[in-house]
């Protein structure tokens, strides 16, 4: 079965600090790789996903995020951060029809 | 645009009793899916529907019960709530799970 590890529970930040988080996954197959963000009080909504291709992937808002295969990573990016981007992200894999997310990344940005 | 809907968005119950969560879909979607969210756990993946006429069990299914009614409609039932169930349920569903979900608004349950 497929599993996502992410690392860094809790970050805080201040408004225009870059963001990184990371991501890893195993799975013996290949995969479909997915971030989504979930804002306070809402569900959870697709920031960007990888299926092919480039592994340079742009989402909404900014967000991009970079598979490399050969570190099983898939680490989502924003160069500028605004106090909207507090939220909870998750990294997602998917495998055996359907998506194994992992504990999410608490982020929290200070005007 | 309803895309996943779910009800109630609360609920409150008492240990023992039990209840039904309501999930339809309007994509046309095959796949369809529970999650619970925890704090400090992300989403575990209670059942699962492939397609119409099908049900597995995910990574926690023990306490629940699921219903592929028809293609737009996945409900979860709680047959007897016990405080450990109190969490914030998310509904989902996907043309096919490698594509990614949508999900509904979510479920808060409490069971006191």
């Known amino acids: 079965a497929q599993s996502v590890s992410q690392h860094n529970h809790h970050v805080i930040l201040s408004e225009a600090a870059s963001l990184e988080l990371g991501c890893n996954y195993s799975y013996g197959g290949t995969v479909n790789l997915f971030w989504y963000v979930q804002y306070p009080g809402q569900h959870l909504q697709l920031l960007l996903k990888?299926?092919?291709?480039?592994?340079l992937v742009k989402g909404i808002k900014g967000f991009e995020a970079e598979f490399i295969k050969s570190k099983f990573s898939f680490n989502l990016r924003k160069p500028s951060v605004q106090w909207s981007d507090t939220a909870e992200y998750f990294c997602a894999v998917s495998g055996n029809n359907r998506l194994a997310f992992g504990k999410g990344n608490q982020v929290v940005v200070i005007p | 645009n309803a895309g996943v809907t779910q009800t109630p968005k609360f609920q409150v119950l008492k240990t023992g009793q039990s209840m039904t969560l309501q999930c339809a879909q309007d994509?046309?979607?095959?796949?369809m899916y529970w999650y619970r969210q925890d704090p400090g756990m992300g989403l575990r993946l209670i059942y699962y529907?492939?397609?119409?006429?099908?049900?597995d069990k995910g990574e926690v299914p023990n306490g629940y019960n699921v219903s592929r009614l028809n293609k737009r409609e996945f409900s979860l039932r709680l047959e007897s709530a016990a405080p450990s169930q109190t969490s914030v349920y998310f509904c989902?569903?996907?043309?096919?799970?490698?594509?990614?979900?949508?999900f509904g608004s979510g479920t808060r349950l409490t069971v006191v």
């Open positions: 990888y299926f092919s291709g480039d592994p």
């Open positions: 529907s492939a397609s119409e006429g099908t049900t």
């Open positions: 989902a569903s996907s043309p096919a799970g490698q594509y990614g979900y949508t």
């Open positions: 994509m046309n979607h095959n796949s």
